[in-house]
């Protein structure tokens, strides 16, 4: 009897400490979440405040196992991924933070235990829709991303922050094209000019002609299908790559016979910037204009690994121009030789969702960006978006063919007798790699 008694005991004890630890996890009641950080009412729906404990209990059990992880924050679209992240991102120590139906005010409160106590390596924030569904201001939406943000920073001024624009959706899931664009550009105003933040442009990665989601990367014009998650996983693997968080594939590419390679993929040396003219003020500045960098002397940056103001960046066997914390920043890399006579350019690049770079054969400039997305060549077969693509200039008699990935881009382009090979950034990352020239 006494045994019975004791046991008896013993289960009433743990019930009642396994109904305080997930008490202490429960969704905040609504007299309760008037003293929480943040704006906007929580959402009440049964889903959400079963899930809302449910999780964050669990991932409180793993805090130890996921220290140092690359931290997923967001909403249903995150939790998507499941916590296998679909076998994408191979190598890499990923947790996933989404809990479905969440707003930016669920993630700041939840942020410190579920996403800080890991002491992340990064944190990828994808948030926002939510909040316009249930009519949340977009200012409000605005300041609970900064409190975020500021969160993140104060515990670590070193840990990258990847912004994934709030995706694009439909009227009929009462996310209107018009709010999400606004979101997008409060988000990027608080994030404009700091270096810690990364900004991915998957608004645009995903939408259709109208600015609502397409259904190719939809099931349901909200959440990714299979497709999707694969052209989210291609968006975020080079910005991963140049972050150090993810090892590159090996390259195995061999010099051909009669090429010289322009970049030795070690350090920048036989580049660097070139004296730029002098630029008018604009009359009326706009907050959204690009920064134009004027460079007053010659540099070169032979055996450094980045340049001198950290743009340009030798990594990974590649020279990429990482991605302007000004939003838009158009400068050029040039190589310090000048080239004349006849010639074969050959070069791979890969860009980021909207990035827009260039190459400059001998000064004038060839297009070359996301073209399925900035344009101007939007009807390439053979591109391949968020992957390596073959350029192929070819110059002779001072006029410029050039092919990607064996599709002709122009046949009629003049350059000069003489000059320098140049890359751009302007807007995103961009990514070089087997730079090479064949003299004919």
Not at 125 to 139: H, R, S
Not at 219 to 241: I, T
Not at 243 to 248: K, Q, V
Not at 332 to 356: H, I, Y
């Amino acid at each position: 009897m006494k045994l019975l008694l004791l046991f008896a005991f013993v289960l009433v004890f743990a019930s009642s400490i396994f109904a305080e630890e997930s008490k202490s996890f429960a969704l905040p009641t609504p007299d309760e979440e008037r003293s929480y950080i943040g704006e906007g009412m929580l959402r009440r729906y049964s889903g959400y405040v079963t899930k809302w404990p449910q999780y964050r209990e669990r991932w409180s059990k793993e805090v130890e196992k996921d220290q140092g992880a690359v931290v997923f924050l967001g909403d249903s679209i995150t939790q998507g991924w499941r916590d296998d992240f679909k076998g994408r991102f191979e190598g890499m120590k990923l947790a996933n933070r989404g809990i479905g139906g969440d707003t930016t005010r669920g993630m700041l409160i939840r942020l410190k235990e579920d996403v800080l106590s890991l002491n992340p390596s990064a944190v990828v924030m994808l948030m926002g829709t939510n909040d316009i569904e249930v009519d949340i201001a977009p200012k409000a939406i605005a300041r609970n991303f900064e409190k975020i943000v500021a969160a993140i920073k104060e515990q670590s001024a070193e840990t990258p922050i990847i912004l994934c624009r709030t995706f694009p959706s439909s009227a009929e899931k009462n996310r209107p094209r018009e709010t999400i664009e606004e979101v997008n550009g409060l988000f990027e105003a608080v994030v404009k000019g700091d270096p810690q933040v990364t900004v991915i442009d998957t608004w645009t990665l995903f939408a259709d002609e109208n600015g609502d989601a397409d259904p190719v990367w939809f099931k349901d014009l909200l959440h990714l299908n299979e497709a999707g998650y694969r052209r989210w996983a291609r968006a975020l693997q080079p910005v991963f790559e140049s972050l150090g968080l993810a090892e590159p594939e090996p390259d195995d590419f061999v010099l051909e016979e009669g090429f010289e390679s322009l970049f030795n993929g070690n350090d920048l040396t036989g580049w660097g910037y070139r004296v730029t003219p002098p630029r008018k003020a604009p009359k009326k500045p706009r907050p959204d204009m690009p920064v134009f960098v004027e460079v007053k002397e010659d540099v070169a940056f032979d055996g450094l690994k980045e340049s001198d103001d950290g743009r340009y960046a030798a990594m990974n066997g590649r020279l990429v121009v990482k991605t302007p914390a000004e939003g838009r920043r158009i400068q050029q890399l040039w190589t310090t030789r000048e080239f004349s006579g006849d010639f074969v350019l050959k070069l791979e690049f890969r860009a980021t969702p909207n990035a827009d770079s260039g190459v400059f054969i001998r000064k004038p400039q060839l297009q070359c960006r996301d073209y399925p997305l900035a344009g101007p060549y939007f009807d390439l077969e053979n591109y391949k978006p968020q992957d390596w693509n073959e350029l192929v200039v070819t110059v002779e008699g001072g006029v410029a063919r050039a092919t990607c990935n064996g599709e002709l881009l122009t046949d009629d382009m003049e350059v000069p007798e003489s000059g320098p090979i140049g890359l751009e950034g302007d807007r995103g990352q961009m990514e070089y790699r087997r730079i090479r020239l064949k003299a004919l």
